[in-house]
């Protein structure tokens, strides 16, 4: 049997029709879901994001992230803030949303607040923390790679 014209049509649609199906099975075992669900109330709201953060940048000490054997923490600056510290910590895993983590921040005496680590996925780590302090809202972002044990 000749290979013609024919043959190579044939051949063509059917090499086409697998580079299809196996784009379509690719697909489906794609993790698509946005990095936060209400994306377009975060996009309206970022120049508050930007106010909090030129504040955290108008601290002579800035929030620093520290690690000390097994242990993450924030350090805060509170010889410069005059009043409590609150707000709310994310820990962000840029590689799917249903790692994220999110804390209430409670400092301790010293300024810190302990990161728990023992249950995170080893890879890069973005720390979100939302804080207010004397009724003034800051922002600040630090990042951080989780190794193994």
Known sequence: MKFHWGHGIALFYCTFAACMFFA??????????????N??????????IRNQRANSRSLIQSVAL???DNLRFISFPIEELDGEISGKVQLYRPESQRYDQYYDLQVDGEGKFIIPTQNLLVGRWKVKVKWSCSERDYYDELEFYHAAK
Not at 39 to 48: L, T
């Open 24 to 37: 379509l099975f690719k697909s489906f075992s794609f993790d698509n879901s946005l990095v936060v669900d």
């Open 66 to 68: 520290h690690k000390s």
């Open 39 to 48: 994306y377009y109330e975060e996009d309206i709201n970022y120049q508050q």
